[in-house]
């Protein structure tokens, strides 16, 4: 759908929504602007998960009472929202709740890695994965002797697709790669990555911890086989994620946690496995969590995922041409105008720790580290970076108060 002007987010009401963006530092208010770690969480989400508590609070399967019931059938709905969200047709059968991306990351690796990959496999990932990727693959690539290889980025941030056809061939049987980069705010041809992987048999998983809460994603357009994002980097609670998974993948595979709840019957001898999702829910699950993500869901589309998306992408794009100003900025990363909502930066040789000291001092909050892309920022060169990342309650405003407590930085170490 096209936007125009009159389709700008309401930020001003949106802020609204936001106690925690009130919060002030010794008379200085807070600029928050390390949304790719986790979001702030409006009202709407804080009062499902209160209304919850004070009104339903029970465990779910289990109990034939009201409030169970109440609790259960919440519980369930919430799957078939979030499926809704990104798009997934098969409802709760295709969405597991875990407890963030990196617990999707591993159910896959264990449940279907440990069993499929062997010596002479190989898993493609790609030079800026998230740890959540790149280490959890490798250490199943280990005990399986199965080998990970990885597509190259170039020097402008983006995935050499060369390299990447090159390198998926007929013994890769796993292609995970990272929806869009949360140290360089690249976003990546998912979409083209899965036919050429698809053309080899090889299944794909995309890891959208950074996309679902800043763009429109349909997991049946990209064909990705199996999907995973975190509810908190969605104005959603924390301790609740997502892995999708396409039905038939989902149904082959046997489940990694063992216990209650997701079993149909139990021997002595052997037991069975309750139908999909609960197969892979084990014990008692994230239920206020899964039943506040559904509420961030609403919450995000009664917005517009296409809105949400361009205020991002707008907010980076100022950022970038603000920090451009600077010969001695250093960012990470493609063009202002072809990036998702998040900037990183360093600043000549001053520590990204320093860095986002004195920007904390300014009320500024940013991430400064490798943004658990280690590898990544080993090939750029550079120990740590600056990040700042924006999100539906972030303004113009607020960048220029980040370009101008910079400058006290400068003056102070450089
Ligand atoms: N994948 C990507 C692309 C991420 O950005 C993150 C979190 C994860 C996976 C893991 O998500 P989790 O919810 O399981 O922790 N990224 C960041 C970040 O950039 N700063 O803090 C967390």
């Known amino acids: 759908m096209g936007l125009s002007e009159a389709d700008a987010l309401d930020v001003d009401r949106i802020r609204g929504d936001f106690p925690i963006l009130e919060r002030e530092f010794d008379g200085t208010p807070l600029v928050y602007l390390d949304n790719a770690a986790t979001s702030q969480t409006p009202e709407q989400v804080i009062d499902c998960i ?13 109990g034939l009472h009201q409030l169970s019931q109440e609790a259960s059938i919440a519980y369930e709905d919430a799957h078939d929202r979030v499926a809704a969200f990104i798009g997934a047709s098969g409802g709760r059968k295709e969405v597991v709740f875990t407890k963030n991306t990196t617990e999707s990351m591993n159910t896959v690796a264990y449940a279907w890695g440990l069993a499929e990959l062997g010596p002479g496999d190989e898993v493609v990932l790609t030079e800026m994965e998230h740890h959540a990727a790149l280490v959890t693959w490798q250490q199943i690539a280990k005990k399986t002797g199965a080998e990970v290889k990885f597509v190259r980025v170039d020097d402008e941030g983006y995935l050499d697709m060369d390299h990447a056809r090159e390198l998926i ?13 949360n140290t360089l705010g690249t976003v990546n041809p998912v979409s083209e990555l899965t036919d050429i992987a698809h053309d080899h048999d090889s299944l794909v998983f995309v890891d959208g911890a950074q996309s679902v809460p800043h763009m429109p994603v349909d997991v049946e357009a990209i064909d990705a086989d199996f999907f ?19 039905e038939r993948l989902l149904d082959a595979m046997q489940p990694y946690l063992y216990g209650g709840m997701m079993i149909e019957k139990v021997g002595f001898e052997d037991s069975t496995w309750h139908e999909l999702p609960w197969k892979f829910e084990a014990g008692t699950p994230v239920i206020s969590e899964g039943i506040a993500l559904a509420e961030a869901c609403d919450y995000l589309d009664d917005i517009g995922m296409e809105r949400v998306e361009r205020h991002g992408e707008q907010l980076a794009a100022y950022a970038y041409d603000r920090l451009s100003e600077f010969e001695d900025i250093r960012i990470l990363g493609p063009p202002g105008d072809d990036r998702a909502a998040l900037v990183s930066f360093n600043l000549g040789t001053v520590h990204a720790h320093d860095v986002s000291e004195i920007l904390n001092a300014n009320g500024v909050a940013v991430r400064a580290g490798d943004h658990c892309t280690q590898p990544l920022h080993d090939k750029l060169g550079v120990t740590a970076s600056a990040r700042a990342s924006f999100y539906i309650y972030n303004t113009r405003e607020e960048v220029d108060e980040l370009v101008e407590a910079l400058d006290q930085a400068r003056e102070l170490f450089a």
């Open 50 to 62: 209160s209304d919850y508590y004070r009104t339903y609070n029970a465990n779910v399967h289990r």
């Open 228 to 246: 995973a994002f975190s509810g908190h980097k969605m104005c959603g609670p924390t301790g609740v994620g997502v892995l999708y998974g396409k």
């Open 169 to 181: 061939t007929d013994d890769t049987e796993m292609v995970s790669v990272v929806h869009v980069s």
